[in-house]
């Protein structure tokens, strides 16, 4: 199985909503990510755990809040977001981190009101 | 800013065509990727390449990386129209689970 499942796939959000995504993998993968994506722009990493453990926070702003309940499953809790957070978010996963091969999601495409 | 930088950032081609896609990044790496995203769907690996590598094959893919330049292309040959997507390199950043894309390169392959 080399599948990354993120549900949902569409998500309209008022501003004032409070939503989650959620990734889940079953490949024994020890890391993984959330990227944002906008239209015709590449995927802009947002946070990356390992082990469990989250290592990269790139100066996402707290309306995005990353979980990871266990090795197998990831969430984004979304608050008070803003118009401009409308985009695709992509979850990936890798055996390990460093510069392994990424599996992605299909994403999940989110609408902000 | 991002460590990629792709060009063409379009092509346009018939089916049957060579496509070259060229990557270029700023700083040392340990390896560089290429990945393919259809239209609104998540990214799909296609090819690694290492640093001491030169070029690399795969079906119908070609990858050469030339580390003095800090530059990388893909070539797909005897393009098809399901090739028709984003292309973008990937370079390792620093603490190494620092993934890079590159801006990609959107290839339009006409039946």
């Known amino acids: 199985d080399t599948e990354v499942t993120q549900t949902p796939k569409h998500l309209v959000m008022g501003m004032t909503n409070k939503k989650s995504l959620k990734c889940e993998q079953h490949?024994?993968?020890?890391?993984m990510y959330w990227y944002k994506q906008k239209a015709k722009k590449p995927p802009e990493l947002m946070f990356v755990y390992s082990y469990e453990k989250l290592s990269i926070n790139e100066s996402v702003p707290s309306r995005f809040s990353p979980e990871c309940p266990n090795s197998s499953l990831l969430n984004l809790h979304l608050h008070a977001l803003q118009p401009e957070d409308s985009a695709l978010y992509l979850c990936?996963?890798?055996?390990?981190?460093?510069?392994?091969?990424?599996?992605f999601g299909a994403g999940t495409r989110l609408s902000v009101l | 800013s991002q460590q990629g930088e792709e060009d063409p950032q379009a092509l346009s081609i018939q089916e049957g065509e060579n496509a070259t896609m060229n990557c270029s990044y700023k700083t040392s790496i340990n390896n560089l990727q290429w990945y393919r995203q259809n239209s609104g769907r998540g990214l799909v690996h296609l090819i690694l390449i290492r640093s001491n590598e030169r070029e690399k094959h795969s079906g119908r893919l070609r990858v050469t990386l030339d580390t003095s330049k800090k530059s990388s292309s893909l070539l797909i040959t005897a393009s098809r129209a399901a090739d028709t997507a984003s292309y973008f390199c990937?370079?390792?950043?620093?603490?190494?689970?620092?993934?890079?894309f590159g801006a990609g390169t959107r290839l339009f392959v006409k039946a």
């Open positions: 990937a370079t390792d950043g620093t603490g190494g689970f620092k993934t890079i």
């Open positions: 490949m024994g993968h020890r890391a």
């Open positions: 990936a996963s890798t055996r390990t981190g460093g510069m392994n091969i990424q599996y």
